[in-house]
C-alpha cells in the first residue's frame, strides 16, 4: 500500500532529453527535456518528501579532486563535507537536476574502454544516467528506516521496462551500474559524487543483480534496519515494476 505525505506534481527542464518510454512508469512523463512527476503516482513510499543536497558546481570545486591521506580516508573527508555543506530541500526538481549532475559524472564516456563489457556503448550511458537521476528522489533515514522509495530503486526491472532491454541486455546494464565496487577509483568517484546528494551510494545486492537496488544513505544509517525492510517489502513493488514492461507478441 502506497503511503505518502501530500505533494503538488512537479515539473522540471533538465540537460538533455529524456526517452519518452520513461512515461510507462506511472507518475512519470516525459515531454522532451521536461519531466514531470507526480508523487502520488510514483512513489511505493513517500513518508518524508525532504533531502539532503550540496549545489552541483561546489561540489565540482571542492570534492572531486579530493585525495585521501593516511590520516584521513575519503569517506571521512566526505562526512565532514556534508555536515558543513549540505542543506535540506522539499523541491523534487532541485534533487532530480543535482542528480542528473552526479550520474552525468559518474557514467561518462571515458570509463567506456575500462569497463570489460564491449556490449555497453553510449547509449547504455545514458541509460544509467537517466535511471540514476530518479534514483536520487529515494530516501533512507539514520534508523535504516526506508521513507521514500520509487520505481528507480529496483534498477534491473526499470530499465528493462523502460528501454525494452532483454534480461541478459539488463543484467549487463546492472553490471555497469553496481560494478562501482568492484573498481577501486570509480568505488572513489563515487564517494566524492554522492556528497551532492548527502550520502554515500549502497547497493543491496550480491556480486549478481537480485533486485535489493541501490540508494544514496546518511553515513551512519542502520545496514541491518535497511536490509531488513527492503526484503520484507520489495517483492510486490518490483511486481508492479515488471507489469510496466512490454512484452513483445507472440
Known amino acids: 500500500m502506497k503511503t505518502q505525505q501530500s505533494v503538488s506534481v512537479v ?5 538533455e532529453a529524456f526517452d519518452p518510454r520513461w512515461s510507462r512508469i506511472p507518475g512519470i ?18 513518508t518524508d518528501h525532504s533531502w539532503l543536497v550540496i549545489p552541483w558546481h561546489r561540489v565540482e570545486r571542492d570534492m572531486l579532486g579530493a585525495r ?8 571521512q573527508i566526505a562526512l565532514e563535507y556534508i555536515q558543513a555543506n549540505a542543506t ?28 570489460g563489457l564491449p556490449g555497453i556503448g553510449p547509449e547504455h550511458l545514458t541509460m544509467l544516467r537517466q535511471a540514476g537521476t530518479f534514483m536520487a528522489l529515494n530516501k533512507v533515514e539514520l534508523t535504516g528506516e526506508i521513507t521514500n522509495i520509487g520505481p528507480a530503486w529496483f534498477f534491473n526491472s526499470t ?5 525494452d ?38 547497493h543491496g545486492c ?7 537496488g541501490g540508494a544514496v544513505v546518511p553515513y551512519g544509517a542502520s545496514m541491518e534496519r535497511f536490509r531488513a525492510e527492503l526484503a520484507a ?12 514492461r512490454v512484452r513483445p507478441a507472440r
Not at 206 to 212: A, E, G, K
Open 11 to 15: 515539473s522540471v527542464d533538465l540537460p
Open 68 to 75: 585521501e591521506t593516511s590520516a584521513r580516508s575519503l569517506e
Open 88 to 115: 535540506r530541500t522539499e523541491d523534487v526538481a532541485t534533487v532530480l537536476r543535482i542528480g542528473w549532475e552526479v550520474y552525468r559524472y559518474v557514467f561518462r564516456a571515458e570509463h567506456l574502454d575500462d569497463l
Open 165 to 202: 532491454l532483454s534480461d541478459a541486455e539488463g543484467d549487463m546494464l546492472d553490471e555497469v551500474y553496481h560494478g562501482g565496487w568492484f573498481n577501486e577509483a570509480r568505488r572513489l568517484e563515487l564517494v566524492r559524487a554522492h556528497t551532492a546528494l548527502g550520502g554515500r551510494l549502497v
Open 159 to 163: 530499465t528493462r521496462a523502460v528501454f
Open 29 to 46: 512523463t516525459v515531454d522532451g527535456h521536461r519531466i514531470t512527476l507526480d508523487p502520488a503516482e510514483y512513489f511505493f513510499r513517500f
Open 233 to 244: 517489502l520489495k517483492d510486490s513493488w518490483i511486481a508492479a515494476v515488471e507489469a510496466c
Open 206 to 212: 550480491q556480486s549478481v543483480p537480485n533486485q535489493s
